[in-house]
């Protein structure tokens, strides 16, 4: 590229800046004294941030007066634009923007990652409910209680409240009582009807126990074991004593440190460098079980993202504990979470830049309104001790976790700028990597991924059957796949790459440019990487006709390809596996006489798999319409398959 051109690109983008910071400066003005929310965007338009206010006026002018650390400062360059929203009050603000991060996952928002499912207990919402251990949490009006600390001490609990409670056990009901049901364990609504007050008589006696109030259940069990053995009961009060060993035992192991049994979510969070860390502190029946630590880098203001962090995981999670308790937010020290102990209640004054946002007592109220949870910021006593343990351990995680990260997070970004520059790329974020995958000619299948920042970005990788290639024919595939996946960008208005990434030579890239550009109208670069013999990266090709760009070995770059390629290849694989395992399913199936391809359906959406369908007694087939003789052929079938 010549110079004449770089330095007319160059005018070109400060002429663009001008007339958006222009536009911003009327916008400005127009700004309402109201909370609500307001989305940043970048010159494509893309939303690249999402914040809350309690002042709009004041936090959205924040971001173009005064100074601003490094990382800050990335994001305010990329601004052109911006919109606000405007809202009732602070909660609606939180919740809104938590609504808006979800949608968007603006790139340089606190984005919550699951990383660590605990285990909790789950009180279905069915209308026979029963009990069991998950560590899935969904939005399906269950009742869940937890976290436990680990599967065993969920799976003690649950074990004790089946002998005590007798819901029923069955995933599928079934035609007749079972053992359950001989044990006292299961009221057998297979053949009997049970009322619906029996169960909510039972819920509510579960979830007062799950709540800590095994005292008051252990006196209602005494209660019953004294009249049994009056009676004469002696198996029945025998039973009653076992319980109540048994709870005393599960209680035995949680030595309760707080002076009540409540459950609480205690929260914390350091800041250094640009990076938060939140703590939380499990507490169960006055006993902490449990933390959590998460860490990343953030953009906006300490605690304003902080609750978002904490409004996000509620977001998320319906197992609510009984309180929960948040830290102070120490006047004049807005980007430092302090450690000393101050008293007194919390300032509301301006930031620096004369940013407005959410103080911890309006915080703590907005959560409070929007969960229907005692929330609290506690400002001394055993409750302050232990926000300021949050804080410690969030410290202490920071401290430890920082020096890998920051190198992390430099070498990745840094590696990605780098490999743009090599490109003579002016900007590379996003890439997009494509490989086909057809071992032995079967299930072709094609996989992409995403790097952002020179990150995987796994949400968003995709997965293709190949429908119009016949064979194993590389080229056509790699036509196929680029033009439904750009066909849909442009339909749905997703985000471009600023490179694709071909695993292959000039062949592919040919034809992902013939139909990125004459089918589509799209011009994106895109590069090839050519394996050499002994299939390690060699090397990288760009332009038209394709040039090998010189990357040194050992270069971060360079290091940064292998990943993506490994990373795609990886996909690929993984998903014409189980391609080829459905379709030997199919297969294995579809060789019984007697099953056709509805079936062939049914039976696997009722067992969930082949391997279960094994298992199976003939019974466990009468549910889907299915003869005692058929039930019996197909499970000939598939055993006699297995042992060939």
Same mark, same amino acid.
């Given at each position: 590229?010549?110079?004449?051109?770089?330095?007319?690109?160059?005018?070109?983008?400060?002429?663009?800046?001008?007339?958006?910071?222009?536009?911003?400066?009327?916008?400005?003005?127009?700004?309402?004294?109201?909370?609500?929310?307001?989305?940043?965007?970048?010159?494509?338009?893309?939303?690249?941030?999402?914040?809350?206010?309690?002042?709009?006026?004041?936090?959205?002018?924040?971001?173009?007066?005064?100074?601003?650390?490094?990382?800050?400062?990335?994001?305010?360059?990329?601004?052109?634009?911006?919109?606000?929203?405007?809202?009732?009050?602070?909660?609606?603000?939180?919740?809104?923007?938590?609504?808006?991060?979800?949608?968007?996952?603006?790139?340089?928002?606190?984005?919550?990652?699951?990383?660590?499912?605990?285990?909790?207990?789950?009180?279905?919402?069915?209308?026979?409910?029963?009990?069991?251990?998950?560590?899935?949490?969904?939005?399906?009006?269950?009742?869940?209680?937890?976290?436990?600390?680990?599967?065993?001490?969920?799976?003690?609990?649950?074990?004790?409240?089946?002998?005590?409670?007798?819901?029923?056990?069955?995933?599928?009901?079934?035609?007749?009582?079972?053992?359950?049901?001989?044990?006292?364990?299961?009221?057998?609504?297979?053949?009997?009807?049970?009322?619906?007050?029996?169960?909510?008589?039972?819920?509510?006696?579960?979830?007062?126990?799950?709540?800590?109030?095994?005292?008051?259940?252990?006196?209602?069990?005494?209660?019953?074991?004294?009249?049994?053995?009056?009676?004469?009961?002696?198996?029945?009060?025998?039973?009653?004593?076992?319980?109540?060993?048994?709870?005393?035992?599960?209680?035995?192991?949680?030595?309760?440190?707080?002076?009540?049994?409540?459950?609480?979510?205690?929260?914390?969070?350091?800041?250094?460098?640009?990076?938060?860390?939140?703590?939380?502190?499990?507490?169960?029946?006055?006993?902490?079980?449990?933390?959590?630590?998460?860490?990343?880098?953030?953009?906006?203001?300490?605690?304003?993202?902080?609750?978002?962090?904490?409004?996000?995981?509620?977001?998320?999670?319906?197992?609510?504990?009984?309180?929960?308790?948040?830290?102070?937010?120490?006047?004049?020290?807005?980007?430092?979470?302090?450690? /000393?102990?101050? &008293?007194?209640?919390? +300032?509301? #004054?301006?930031?620096?830049? !004369?940013?407005? $946002?959410?103080?911890? @007592?309006?915080?703590?109220?907005?959560?409070?309104?929007?969960?229907?949870?005692?929330?609290?910021?506690?400002?001394?006593?055993?409750?302050?001790?232990?926000?300021?343990?949050?804080?410690?351990?969030?410290?202490?995680?920071?401290?430890?976790?920082?020096?890998?990260? /920051?190198?992390? &997070?430099?070498?990745? +970004?840094? #590696?990605?700028?780098?490999? !743009?520059?090599? $490109?003579?790329?002016? @900007?590379?974020?996003?890439?997009?990597?494509?490989?086909?995958?057809?071992?032995?000619?079967?299930?072709?299948?094609?996989?992409?991924?995403?790097?952002?920042?020179?990150?995987?970005?796994?949400?968003?990788?995709?997965?293709?059957?190949?429908?119009?290639?016949?064979?194993?024919?590389?080229?056509?595939?790699?036509?196929?796949?680029?033009?439904?996946?750009?066909?849909?960008?442009?339909?749905?208005?997703?985000?471009?790459?600023?490179?694709?990434?071909?695993?292959?030579?000039?062949?592919?890239?040919?034809?992902?440019?013939?139909?990125?550009?004459?089918?589509?109208?799209?011009?994106?670069?895109?590069?090839?990487?050519?394996?050499?013999?002994?299939?390690?990266?060699?090397?990288?090709?760009?332009?038209?006709?394709?040039?090998?760009?010189?990357?040194?070995?050992?270069?971060?770059?360079?290091?940064?390809?292998?990943?993506?390629?490994?990373?795609?290849?990886?996909?690929?694989?993984?998903?014409?596996?189980?391609?080829?395992?459905?379709?030997?399913?199919?297969?294995?199936?579809?060789?019984?006489?007697?099953?056709?391809?509805?079936?062939?359906?049914?039976?696997?959406?009722?067992?969930?798999?082949?391997?279960?369908?094994?298992?199976?007694?003939?019974?466990?087939?009468?549910?889907?319409?299915?003869?005692?003789?058929?039930?019996?052929?197909?499970?000939?079938?598939?055993?006699?398959?297995?042992?060939?």
């Amino acid at each position: 590229m010549s110079n004449s051109h770089h330095s007319d690109t160059y005018a070109k983008e400060m002429r663009e800046k001008e007339q958006a910071m222009e536009a911003i400066r009327h916008k400005l003005a127009l700004l309402p004294d109201l909370p609500g929310c307001y989305l940043m965007k970048n010159k494509n338009g893309t939303i690249i941030y999402v914040g809350k206010a309690k002042i709009l006026k004041n936090r959205v002018r924040s971001y173009f007066t005064g100074s601003h650390d490094g990382k800050t400062q990335r994001l305010v360059s990329e601004i052109r634009d911006f919109e606000y929203i405007v809202t009732g009050s602070n909660m609606e603000a939180l919740i809104l923007e938590c609504n808006l991060i979800k949608k968007h996952s603006p790139r340089y928002n606190v984005l919550l990652k699951d990383d660590k499912s605990y285990p909790y207990i789950k009180i279905t919402n069915e209308r026979h409910p029963r009990l069991e251990v998950t560590r899935k949490i969904l939005k399906d009006k269950a009742k869940y209680f937890g976290p436990y600390p680990n599967a065993y001490a969920a799976q003690q609990t649950k074990k004790l409240l089946d002998r005590m409670y007798p819901l029923r056990k069955c995933n599928v009901m079934p035609k007749e009582v079972c053992l359950y049901y001989h044990m006292g364990q299961c009221l057998a609504p297979c053949v009997k009807e049970v009322p619906q007050e029996t169960y909510d008589e039972m819920i509510q006696e579960i979830v007062s126990f799950l709540n800590g109030g095994h005292e008051e259940i252990k006196q209602e069990l005494q209660r019953k074991m004294e009249e049994a053995a009056e009676e004469l009961y002696f198996e029945r009060a025998k039973e009653l004593r076992d319980q109540i060993r048994s709870i005393d035992a599960l209680m035995e192991k949680q030595k309760i440190t707080m002076n009540d049994a409540r459950n609480r979510d205690v929260f914390g969070f350091a800041v250094d460098k640009g990076w938060m860390c939140v703590q939380i502190l499990y507490v169960r029946q006055g006993k902490m079980i449990e933390r959590h630590a998460s860490v990343f880098p953030f953009y906006g203001e300490a605690y304003g993202d902080f609750l978002s962090y904490v409004t996000q995981y509620y977001s998320d999670n319906p197992a609510l504990p009984q309180e929960i308790l948040l830290p102070d937010m120490k006047p004049g020290q807005r980007e430092e979470q302090a450690g /000393e102990d101050v &008293e007194g209640p919390v +300032s509301e #004054a301006s930031d620096d830049e !004369g940013g407005e $946002l959410l103080d911890a @007592e309006s915080g703590a109220a907005a959560l409070q309104n929007w969960l229907n949870v005692k929330t609290l910021v506690p400002k001394r006593g055993l409750k302050r001790q232990m926000t300021q343990m949050a804080f410690d351990n969030a410290r202490v995680a920071l401290d430890e976790k920082f020096r890998l990260i /920051e190198r992390d &997070e430099e070498r990745t +970004s840094r #590696a990605a700028e780098n490999l !743009g520059v090599a $490109l003579g790329l002016n @900007e590379l974020s996003r890439i997009e990597a494509f490989d086909n995958s057809n071992i032995q000619g079967t299930n072709p299948v094609s996989a992409m991924v995403v790097f952002i920042d020179g990150k995987p970005a796994k949400k968003e990788y995709r997965k293709y059957k190949v429908r119009t290639v016949q064979g194993p024919d590389d080229v056509e595939t790699m036509r196929e796949v680029v033009r439904r996946r750009y066909e849909r960008v442009l339909k749905e208005n997703l985000p471009l790459p600023d490179l694709i990434v071909m695993d292959g030579g000039k062949g592919q890239m040919a034809a992902a440019k013939d139909v990125l550009e004459n089918e589509l109208g799209l011009f994106i670069p895109v590069c090839g990487l050519v394996k050499d013999t002994k299939h390690k990266t060699a090397q990288l090709m760009i332009g038209d006709p394709p040039e090998p760009v010189n990357l040194a070995r050992d270069s971060q770059e360079f290091y940064l390809l292998q990943r993506i390629q490994d990373e795609v290849h990886r996909f690929a694989i993984s998903f014409h596996r189980e391609q080829r395992a459905k379709s030997m399913v199919v297969s294995q199936l579809d060789a019984i006489p007697g099953v056709g391809e509805k079936r062939r359906k049914q039976l696997l959406k009722h067992f969930g798999s082949l391997k279960k369908i094994k298992e199976a007694s003939i019974e466990d087939f009468r549910p889907l319409s299915i003869g005692d003789k058929l039930a019996q052929t197909i499970m000939d079938s598939l055993r006699d398959e297995e042992s060939e």
